[in-house]
């Protein structure tokens, strides 16, 4: 890599000078007349500079000493040789006609020399042969990006087509987010058949199951023995459909606000060890009762002495009895379950079931929260942006980190073929400016 602008070698002139009115060459350029010897490629070895022969052991000899061998691909619109000894041909014209050049020998690298335009004859077989070289030399991809559509461009442009969709489904989704109504009215129109708005509908069935049964189940208000006793859960199951009901939310913040009292764990525990307690009074009486019973129907009739055995006595009094010994073997079973379980309030909690109310209360405590039609909103507008939003915003994210990553590869291969390419057309340009300044002249 050299200078910024071009630089000239001048010389002695050894020929007429040109008319400098019509003159088409360099400013400050010379002309010069050369006799050359030929071939060049027969006599170059034989050249005493340095940079000469450095081309020369280095490029021409390796092809000289194997002809036949293919040259590889060269990029389209520049001149294309088929084996090594095609290529030779090309190379003995271009070093005979920089040794003929009557003006200056430029100091540009090969994309200066294309951009200022100097292109004499020298000059364009110079940049030519750089570009029969690029596949073998290994910087083709440089020099075609260079000349041609550039594959970074191209590459970007492919990624548009993934990236702009995702960019403008995204925009879209992001913008009935802005506000409620907006939002509210997506989900009524279409939004209610996405896979995540069943979500909603599960409600519905969850809370109607919590308060049909298991709340009722856990505070035994569905024992036999507590009819009448203890008062019913006053929360009339939800009837309304969320599709077609406009006022759905209306409805469900005011179901879900009398869920409140359920949201606490000691409520419950409260009122499950109150019906217990209940229960159990209900069921000593009762045994007190069938204890009663029992002892009236042990007491057999004066004739059961007079006309039958202890064993015939013993038998009918069984028989007379069993009904009431199994009702207070069930009393007596019952209390000692009772007993036993309001010892704390973890067996209270596992009484009838398997622990629910740490699940009961926090379930009603998530419905209990939503018992306003904006907070309805906001939950499913975050249902939405998880579900959806969310997966485009991490989809573009991922498609622009791959585009970065391909970008950034060919931006390190670009640059390991561009030094490759400047490698070449240093030793090149260094050999023909060395050949023009000390021509190969007949002794």
């Known amino acids: 890599m050299t200078d910024n602008s071009p630089e000239i070698d001048a010389q002695p002139a050894t020929g007429p000078e040109p008319d400098k009115s019509t003159s088409t060459s360099p400013p400050n350029a010379v002309l010069r007349e050369k006799t050359v010897l030929q071939p060049v490629l027969k006599h170059i070895s034989a050249h005493k500079s340095e940079h000469v022969q450095a081309f020369y052991h280095s490029h021409i000899k390796p092809m000289m000493d194997n ?166 859960l006053s929360i009339e199951p939800s009837t309304w459909d969320y599709t077609k009901e406009h006022n759905w939310r209306e409805l469900d913040a005011a179901f879900n606000a009398q869920l409140r009292p359920f949201t606490s764990e000691r409520f419950l525990l409260e009122v499950k060890r109150g019906h217990m307690l209940l229960l159990k009074t209900i069921f000593q009486q009762k045994l007190q009762v069938a204890q009663h019973k029992r002892a009236q129907k042990a007491r057999l009739p004066i004739y059961y002495y007079l006309t039958m055995s202890d064993m015939e006595r013993n038998y009918a009094r069984h028989l007379r009895t069993r009904d009431t010994d199994s009702a207070i073997e069930y009393f007596q079973k019952r209390i000692k379950e009772l007993e036993k379980c309001l010892v704390s309030d973890e067996m209270v909690d596992r009484y009838e079931g398997e622990g629910m109310g740490k699940c009961l209360a926090k379930w009603c405590l998530f419905f209990a ?75």
Not at 119 to 138: C, K, P, S, V, W
Not at 412 to 439: H, T, V
Request: net charge negative; with cysteine.
């Open 369 to 443: 929260d939503l018992d306003t039609p904006s907070k309805i909103t906001s939950y499913i507008k975050q249902l939405y942006e998880e579900k959806e939003v969310v997966p485009l915003r991490d989809k573009l994210k991922q498609e622009k980190e791959k585009l970065e990553r391909k970008l950034a590869q060919i931006d390190e291969y670009l640059a390991s073929e561009k030094a490759r390419c400047m490698q070449f057309s240093d030793l090149l340009f260094s050999c023909l400016r060395e050949l023009y300044r000390c021509p190969m002249n007949r002794g």
């Open 67 to 232: 002809p036949q061998d293919k040259f590889g691909l060269i990029p389209q619109g520049f001149p294309q040789v088929q084996t090594n000894a095609d290529a030779l041909s090309f190379l003995e014209k271009m070093l005979y006609a920089v040794q003929r050049q009557k003006y200056g020998f430029l100091r540009l690298s090969w994309y200066q020399a294309v951009e200022l335009g100097y292109t004499f004859d020298a000059e364009r077989m110079a940049l030519e042969y750089i570009a029969i070289n690029a596949m073998r030399q290994g910087y083709y991809t440089y020099f075609t990006e260079f000349i041609g559509p550039s594959t970074q461009e191209a590459i970007v442009s492919q990624a548009r087509k993934v990236l702009d969709p995702l960019e403008n489904s995204l925009r879209e989704h992001e913008a009935r987010l802005q506000s409620d109504e907006v939002f509210f009215e997506f989900f009524m129109r279409e939004g209610y058949k996405r896979d995540w708005a069943y979500d909603i509908g599960r409600w519905a069935y969850h809370r109607n199951s919590y308060v049909r049964t298991d709340i009722p189940s856990y505070l035994l208000l569905d024992v036999p023995e507590l009819k009448g006793l203890v008062a019913p």
